[in-house]
């Protein structure tokens, strides 16, 4: 367990399985400001799709779209206790997770993860969207 500023706490319990990629359980305390970022596509400002066909860049572009939706909460990656990743069934996972390898960086306390393999999403260009849960204590 590792204690952030005393309100939010990591948890990855010795009866489960440690995985450096993801916390097991995160527990938010005390007076906390908490930002839910809806699912992020991969699509730019001017409402084009990024990355048709290739789950790489539509990722990257997903990530900098949920920095932009964290920054606008007054928030960062830092601050994200909760991701929910949406792939397209047949779409490579490993090209998913190295982005988030890549953008997660050295970063401690990596949030917990869920990753939902699906048969599409709101346009069939899409590949990959996720959402967050970001936390920042007060």
Avoid at 51 to 69: M, R, S
Avoid at 103 to 122: D, H, K
């Amino acid at each position: 367990m590792t204690n952030v500023s005393g309100n939010v706490q990591y948890h990855n319990p010795a009866e489960l399985a440690k995985n450096p990629g993801f916390s097991q359980a995160v527990v938010v305390t005390n007076p906390a400001k908490t930002i839910y970022v809806g699912g992020q596509d991969a699509v730019d400002a001017s409402g084009q799709i990024i990355g048709k066909g290739d789950i790489t860049a539509q990722t990257e572009q997903v990530f900098k779209n949920l920095q932009v939706a964290l920054a606008a909460g007054g928030a960062g990656l830092e601050n994200v206790v909760k991701w929910n990743i949406l792939i397209v069934q047949g779409q490579s996972l490993q090209a998913g997770f190295e982005v988030f390898q890549r953008v997660w960086g050295r970063r401690p306390n990596p949030p917990a993860i869920t990753v939902m393999l699906v048969a599409g999403l709101a346009h069939p260009d899409f590949l990959v969207e996720m959402d967050a849960i970001a936390v920042i204590p007060q």
